[in-house]
């Protein structure tokens, strides 16, 4: 069964933003993600690892504050920058607004914050976008083929 023939699906995801249903700037599909959010953790905690130590980042607290923390600024500065995180960018991912152009500032620290908190990023829409996106108003596309 197609997308657009599954019952309480209007087409496939980023129809309705006007996106194509595979290939270039289509919307960007979870294990893409998923391998580019493990990407990007693993960069903070590299860095935290670096900066604070091993015996800092595994006292209770501080560590795990740190490695968001990081993780979190890592994302505001790449995504008007790069157009996407280092992990968005190594699997051929971009952040885009829904209505097209450059990002911008705020939209990364908006989105940035909201991943952070993790809860958002897990409530989806038909267009597979996380709520951090949506209030955002952005869309994680592919870049490549």
Known sequence: MSASNRPGQAGYPGKKLGLPETGYRSVARVGRRIVALLLDWAIAYII????LGLSALTQPGL???AILGI????QIV?????GGS???RAL???VTPVRGGWVGVWRPVVRSLLLGIVIPALVWDADQRGFHDKIAGTVL???GK
């Open 78 to 82: 790449s995504i008007p920058i790069l």
């Open 63 to 65: 560590g795990q504050f």
């Open 86 to 88: 280092i992990g968005h």
């Open 141 to 143: 596309v592919r870049t």
């Open 71 to 74: 993780f979190v600024v890592l």
């Open 48 to 51: 935290a690892l670096l900066w």
């Open 92 to 94: 051929g991912l971009a």
